[in-house]
């Protein structure tokens, strides 16, 4: 039905696409998968019309298909899941179902029309919400839940969902999944992205695996694969560590009895299970795991961006967190996000400007009067430090790469003088480069004795910066991974199996007893 040809794209020089072909059938179940920086994001928008490929083609029912934005896309059939989601906060539920498509009759929106076609989807997928709710009022699994229905009550011919249960429990992936295999029946073709290996062989009809732009393994039935198989695809036969520089040399790490970060006993109700952990100074640990397995929440936790129900959290000086966010700032906690531009830098203004947003506005540091002249001179030895590549402080961080924006990310919180840095996917979207000279940046700050926990979706980037990684499956930790299994195979692996290799079975999952909470960091210093 759906056909991509040779596409190709490329953005500032790299290749995301590399001539990918791929196709999906009706009353199939089509998965894709691949690493992150794969290509799978990149080929979704080219198929929805969110991005115009620089060469190739696409075909719907062997006709060529012209796309120049996503509601053209709605309009032949084709519905998208995005991964971020794009929900409008300030609107209701209905209105939020029917994106600027609402039945009409005249001037005026038909709602009870859109109610009676809205319902039943929500009913399907267990979202028990009134129509009438405001969206910021909801949780973020049923913000997620939300953006699903969005795209099934336009009756779609072909479905593409990027990450959909990201932030979901056990129990709605099911339903979810249950509802697929209902299109499936109705012959409605479905792609699915996810890096739950395990759900994607349970669901899917067949696999194609992305690697580096490409397609590496073709359409290839799920019964014929393992997760073992699909990890191996995914990696290639090339070494874990992603870089030279700034990757963990492989020699024993010993851990000493210096200043730690400990997480005592924490429990936060459906997220995370009585987890102790701790963190020495000097020592950059991983934590990972598939989406909902608690090892973001941890992160979250560990920077006071969620409550505890139970347990409590030690820092460096033996003081324990208190006061939130805000408080653990003050208490010498930075939180490095990846999603930059909505929670890292401030675009529109200046490298200076930004750089000093933490010490000096919101910690005050500086005392009540900011002088704009030591802000730019403290931020030009930050640029020099990290290698910030601008034509001066005063550029605005908008026009800045993406890799040279997350720098700036990081020279905003050094400044602060953290003792605990807490990074939650510190190289999203950057280019190789500037990867590298954020590892290295990293490794500095391990001699300097910070305190690291580095939460990262990409097995072969922990793999290649840390001397330890924490696996979490189904809020608790299932295995403390150094040495030799310190790989990005074994990583994957873990993530979605529970179990070390020849180990014993997995802790259950997921957590019972609580709703997700929202993690995102507040708008504040962060």
């Known amino acids: 039905m759906l056909e991509a040809q040779g596409i190709r794209k490329t953005y500032g020089g790299v290749v995301a696409l590399a001539g990918v072909d791929f196709a999906v059938r009706p009353g199939t179940v089509q998965a894709l998968v691949g690493e992150n920086g794969a290509g799978k994001s990149t080929l979704v928008k080219v198929l929805v019309g969110a991005v115009t490929p620089d060469a190739g083609a696409l075909r719907l029912d062997g006709a060529e298909l012209r796309l120049t934005n996503t509601l053209g896309a709605i309009g032949k059939g084709i519905a998208v899941v995005s991964q971020e989601l794009s929900l409008f906060p300030d609107l209701d539920v209905l209105s939020n179902m029917f994106p600027m498509r609402e039945p009409r009759r005249g001037p005026w929106v038909l709602r009870r029309a859109m109610a009676e076609r809205a319902r039943p989807v929500l009913d399907e997928l267990g979202l028990d919400v009134a129509l009438d709710e405001p969206v910021e009022g909801l949780s973020l699994e049923q913000r997620q839940l939300l953006e699903i229905g969005r795209a099934l009550v336009a009756d779609p011919r072909v479905l593409i969902l990027d990450e959909p ?143 505890l129900d139970a347990g409590r959290i030690v820092l460096p000086d033996g003081a324990e967190l208190t006061g939130g966010q805000r408080g653990a700032i003050t208490q010498g906690v930075a939180l490095v996000s990846g999603d930059r531009r909505r929670f890292g830098v401030m675009l529109d203004k200046a490298v200076w400007e930004n750089v000093g947003q933490v010490r000096s506005v919101a910690l005050r540091r500086d005392g009540a009067l900011v002088r704009a002249g030591r802000l730019r001179s403290r931020a030009e030895e930050h640029v020099g430090r990290l290698g910030i590549r601008t034509p001066s402080v005063d550029q605005e961080v908008g ?128």
């Open 165 to 307: 249960t990201s932030a979901l429990h056990a129990s709605e992936t099911e339903r979810l999944h249950g509802v697929l295999r209902t299109l499936r029946q109705r012959d409605v073709a479905v792609v699915y992205v996810s890096h739950h290996l395990e759900d994607v062989l349970a669901l899917c009809d067949e696999v194609t695996v992305m690697r580096d732009g490409r397609v590496v393994v073709p359409a290839t039935a799920a019964g014929s694969l393992s997760v073992d198989r699909v990890v191996h695809h995914m990696l290639g036969e090339k070494a874990a560590a992603m870089v030279e520089e700034g990757a963990h040399s492989g020699a024993p790490v010993t851990r000493g009895s210096g200043p730690s970060l400990r997480l005592e006993n924490v429990t936060v109700h459906g997220e995370l299970d009585d987890v102790t952990l701790e963190v020495p100074a000097g020592v950059i640990v991983g934590v990972a795991g598939v989406a909902g397995s608690g090892y973001r929440t941890l992160l979250a936790a560990a920077a006071g961006a969620t409550r």
């Open 399 to 526: 026009m800045l790469s993406g890799g040279n924006q997350q720098k700036v990310v990081f020279a905003k919180w050094l400044e602060a003088e953290p003792t605990v840095l807490l990074l939650d996917d510190p190289t999203r979207g950057i280019d190789i480069g500037a990867k590298a000279e954020i590892y290295t940046l990293l490794r500095a700050l391990s001699e300097q004795g910070t305190v690291q926990v580095v939460a990262s979706p990409d097995a072969r980037e922990l793999a290649a910066i840390c001397d330890e990684v924490v696996v979490f499956y189904g809020g608790r930790i299932c295995a403390q991974l150094r040495g030799e299994q310190l790989d990005a195979h074994t990583i994957l692996e873990v993530m979605n199996t529970g179990v070390v290799p020849g180990g014993a079975a997995p802790p259950p999952r997921p957590v019972h007893g609580g709703a997700v909470r929202t993690h995102e960091p507040p708008g504040g210093a962060q």
